[in-house]
């Protein structure tokens, strides 16, 4: 089993449309779950950061956090063509000093905004 | 803010041949880990150093070294290329101390052996 398994789609949605990213994981050591935005021949860009189960809301992003099902989600509300791009979910757990510096990523997510 | 800056973006080599890639991290930090993505792979940690020592290695071979000097700047390096070594390769840089620091990741360097 996978550490990490992010469905891979690809996922074509219509501008505006509320889009659903979601990821699992196997490792209860995960502390820290973020989520990437990687546009085509580009290095990824952190879009989302947590660290506790709950919601975090960043504009029309929402990154959310269920520990004990071991699940993280991200939605976008009012997506947009320009959010056309692979969307990994990543992971890590701190070492013994407390720093986390390993990411364990799911295989991203294919995402088509279509206006 | 200057970004993590990766040198060189794309090249070409051939089975066989070594590569080096270069890495700036963002100024100030100190912990500087390198990835492999593949299209079949995703995106895999290869190694990570701290004050110019590694402090863990990914499950790759032996081929794929790194270093780190004073300055934090980071360079990896692949023997022996292989057609399967194909990928894009990504530096990330991060504070380094404290809990739950910030990754930032580089454009990455695309290297396509033949």
């Known amino acids: 089993q996978k550490e990490v398994e992010q469905d891979p789609g690809p996922l074509s949605v219509p501008e505006g449309a509320i889009v659903s990213l979601n990821c699992t994981y196997s490792?209860?050591?995960?502390?820290?779950f973020m989520w990437y935005r990687q546009y085509s021949r580009k290095g990824p860009e952190l879009l989302m950061y947590?660290?506790?189960?709950g919601n975090k809301e960043d504009g029309r992003f929402t990154a959310q956090v269920d520990k004990s099902s071991k699940y993280i989600s991200l939605f976008i509300r009012d997506s947009q063509p320009s959010d056309s791009a692979t969307y990994l979910c990543?992971?890590?757990?701190?070492?013994?000093?407390?720093?986390?510096?390993?990411?364990?990523f799911g295989k991203g997510t294919l995402l088509t905004v279509n206006p | 803010k200057a970004g993590v800056t990766q040198t060189p973006r794309y090249l070409i080599k051939t089975r066989g041949q070594q590569v080096t890639l270069s890495c700036s991290p963002i100024?100030?930090?100190?912990?500087v880990s390198w990835y492999q993505q593949t299209p079949g792979q995703g995106l895999q940690f290869l190694f990570e150093?701290?004050?110019?020592?590694?402090?863990n290695k990914g499950n790759f071979p032996g081929r794929f070294s790194g270093r780190q000097f004073s300055n934090s700047r980071s360079e990896m390096n692949v023997s022996t290329l292989e057609l399967g070594d194909s990928a894009l390769y990504l530096c990330?840089?991060?504070?380094?101390?404290?809990?739950?620091?910030?990754?930032?990741f580089g454009e990455g360097s695309w290297l396509t052996v033949v």
């Open positions: 990330a840089s991060t504070k380094g101390q404290g809990a739950g620091n910030t990754i930032y």
């Open positions: 490792n209860s050591a995960f502390q820290y």
């Open positions: 947590t660290y506790s189960s």
């Open positions: 990543a992971m890590s757990a701190p070492n013994s000093g407390g720093s986390n510096y390993k990411l364990t």
């Open positions: 100024s100030g930090h100190r912990s």
């Open positions: 150093y701290f004050s110019e020592t590694q402090r």
